[in-house]
């Protein structure tokens, strides 16, 4: 009875030894290696790869990925040139043994260069609504477009920059908040805040025309374009690219300095492959590569606040919009009586 138990003890562990390694998880075998063990690179940075071996088995192949598209490899090194910055996933397919795994790597790709200093220049000041609480400000030719936040207050309207006047307004409906708009083929898409909702208007009679539901973004902040297709911020690190037709968020580009990842993007304007983005909460706009998504500039609105005139209702920076024949910025903010046109200069 002994030495039978001793038998089946024996062929036990000669089983569990033989297929211990293709039953192991392969992040328990393996292990991708970068250049100095960081996670974080700029952009065009060569570095160096590897797999760890820790179970010392036998590798037939390894292949690589990053977010799900092809990875050269070239003595052992990969260049980090990929367009778009922000977080990726660097996967490695490893063929061992008679078997196949996968083990993943998580990096954050950075700018190469550091953002540029910029400061502004009053050109004109112009009357604004002081009880507008501006979320998104866009010329279409000539005309101003506006909209407003906070549920029961929130519109659209259309607007003579020069004297305030309005042309013509719509409420949205009491249950919305609403955020910031773009123009694109004769319509203006308009965002709301936490509803998952967006609206499409005639840019002429404002006439309500469609709605659209969000996607991966779950709130709306601003929205822009840049003649073919929408940016919609959405509080994150993320900047979504949306199809103007079926409204679906097919890309996104995430705001990156060569330091960190940055959210908090909120009202957009698209100029000459640039957005121009209010942040939060701050006297500062970000200039950013529509492409890749690096902050190339920061613009210090300090003190353009101090201009308007003080009330209990008086609020944050927020509100840009480039006038095309002019060449200038307009800027605004929630509850300012005074709307600005500025030229941006490099400190």
């Not at 038998?7 to 036990?12: A, K």
């Not at 640039?274 to 890749?292: C, F, G, H, P, R």
Request: glycine share 8%; with cysteine; proline share 2%.
């Amino acid at each position: 009875m002994k030495s039978i138990f001793s038998i089946t003890s024996l062929l036990l562990i000669i089983f569990l030894n033989a297929c211990g390694s293709s039953n192991a998880v392969p992040a328990d075998l393996f292990e991708i290696e970068l250049t100095g063990n960081k996670t974080e690179f700029q952009q065009n940075a060569s570095v160096g790869i590897a797999v760890k071996n820790k179970k010392g088995l036998e590798i037939e192949n390894i292949s690589y990925t990053i977010n799900d598209k092809p990875l050269k490899v070239e003595n052992n090194r990969i260049l980090l040139d990929m367009p778009h910055l922000g977080e990726k996933t660097i996967k490695a397919t490893i063929a061992y043994e008679g078997t196949t795994g996968e083990i993943e790597k998580n990096i954050k790709l950075l700018a190469e260069k550091g953002p540029e200093v910029y400061t502004y220049e009053i050109i004109n000041e112009f009357p604004h609504d002081r009880k507008a609480f501006t979320q998104g400000l866009e010329f279409y030719k000539d005309t101003l477009y506006e909209s407003t936040g906070r549920k029961g207050q929130s519109y659209l309207r259309k607007i003579d920059f020069k004297t305030g006047k309005v042309f013509k307004q719509i409420d949205l409906d009491a249950q919305y908040f609403g955020e910031g708009l773009t123009i694109l083929n004769d319509k203006i898409y308009m965002l709301t805040w936490q509803s998952g909702l967006g609206f499409i208007y005639d840019v002429n009679t404002l006439e309500k025309i469609d709605s659209f539901q969000y996607g991966a973004s779950k709130e709306g902040w601003g929205l822009t374009n840049d003649g073919k297709k929408l940016y919609k911020s959405d509080g994150s690190e993320k900047i979504w690219l949306l199809n103007p037709e079926t409204l679906v968020e097919e890309d996104h580009i995430e705001t990156v300095t060569n330091k960190s990842i940055f959210n908090k993007t909120n009202e957009l304007e698209y100029v000459d492959g640039l957005i121009y983005a209010n942040v939060w909460q701050k006297e500062s706009m970000m200039i950013i590569d529509a492409v890749s998504g690096a902050i190339i500039g920061v613009i210090n609105f300090g003190g353009l606040k101090d201009k308007v005139t003080k009330h209990p209702d008086l609020d944050v920076l927020n509100g840009v919009a480039y006038h095309t024949k002019r060449g200038t910025f307009f800027v605004t903010g929630k509850n300012w009586d005074k709307l600005f046109e500025v030229k941006i200069i490099k400190k």
